[in-house]
């Protein structure tokens, strides 16, 4: 199933563009903030598949689906993480991510090092991780080093950025799943880069998502989302209950200051919800990165999701 994201979701892009910030690796193009794109040496950046991305002394892999038309100015951008089972496009298409770039947005979809390299994602991994799909968070005790696949993703943003023109003040990031669990070390790590995300039925590995020391977050929005009693994995003879995982996201998130936290509860089960997306799309898109936490206004999700400001109330 494929939704679009209407264009009143579009328009939010231009009708908040002005009130966007600066920082010391952008540049202001037309009243938005253009994030200042680089690349490795000799690395061009292109729609569709990039491979060969030096990272951390690793060859990664990404995939760009560029904005459609003609745009003008700066697009914010949606990093799309999947999880342990969909490959990275299938989970991409499911989610109605990949109809984004039709309302002037950038997808960019890192590929995990076990799909690259053809083995099996659901697996111890080789070198000791306790789950294959994203190295970070899953290895070792607590560490404040991001790791290598926080540095990588935005490597590889900063590299889309030097091709098409990246909104610095909407740089966004979601996932199901792993990709939920990647999306909480992402934004506890790097909320410099990131004005929100989208934490869907991600673990919180007893904390390990988030650094060792603590750290005040940038101004930023998290949507922790969780999938009511059948948000388990896998169905049957579960390992993976992502009720006291996505609470204990919530509640981090809700300690944070400038963070501004909407915790969305459905009965979808373990599945990116994809009836949210363009609610999703235009949530993010109204508080971009430096955006009071006070001034945000929660608007009502689809039908069948119950979304409250703050930690979980349901469990």
């Known amino acids: 199933m494929k939704l679009r994201a209407s264009s009143a979701v579009f328009a939010l892009v231009f009708a908040a563009a002005a009130c966007g910030g600066s920082d010391g690796g952008s540049h202001s193009s037309g009243g938005a903030t253009a994030l200042e794109g680089s690349c490795p040496d000799g690395f061009a950046v ?3 598949e990039n ?20 745009p003008s100015g700066p697009r914010p951008l949606f990093v799309s993480l999947t999880g342990t089972v ?39 991994g080789t070198d000791g991780r306790i ?70 039925s991600g673990n919180w590995y007893g904390g390990l998502a988030a650094p060792a020391s603590p ?5 930023s929005i998290v949507v922790v989302i969780w999938g ?38 459905g009965s979808h089960g373990h599945i990116w919800p994809t009836v949210m997306t363009p609610w999703l799309a235009a949530t993010l898109l109204a508080h971009p990165k430096g955006t009071e936490p006070g001034d945000f206004e929660r608007t009502e999700p689809p039908p069948g999701f119950s979304c409250v400001l703050g930690p979980y109330t349901d469990h």
């Not at 991510?97 to 697996?123: E, F, H, K, M, Y």
């Not at 789950?131 to 889309?160: H, K, L, N, Q, S």
């Open 46 to 48: 292109q729609a569709g």
């Open 51 to 70: 491979a060969g991305f030096p990272s951390d002394g690793k060859s990664r892999v990404f995939h760009v689906l560029p904005p459609e038309g003609d």
């Open 86 to 124: 969909q490959r990275e496009l299938d989970f991409a298409a499911q989610s109605g991510l990949d109809q984004l770039p039709r309302d002037g947005w950038i997808v960019a979809a890192p590929v995990r090092t076990c799909s690259q390299n053809g083995t099996s994602c659901a697996q111890i």
């Open 131 to 200: 789950w294959e799909p994203w190295y970070d968070g899953t290895i070792g005790g607590a560490t404040d080093d991001e790791g290598p696949d926080v540095r990588f993703v935005e490597a590889m943003v900063r590299c889309i950025a030097s091709e098409w023109s990246v909104d610095a003040d909407r740089i966004y990031v979601g996932g199901i799943s792993a990709g939920g669990s990647f999306t909480n070390r992402s934004m506890t790590f790097n909320s410099s880069l990131f004005a929100g995300g989208v934490a869907s």
């Open 215 to 219: 750290r005040r977050m940038d101004r």
């Open 228 to 265: 009511g009693p059948n948000d388990v994995w896998p169905p049957t003879n579960p390992i993976a209950n992502y009720d006291p995982e996505t609470e204990q996201a919530s509640l981090y998130y809700a300690a944070q200051p400038d963070v501004v936290t909407v915790s969305c509860t």
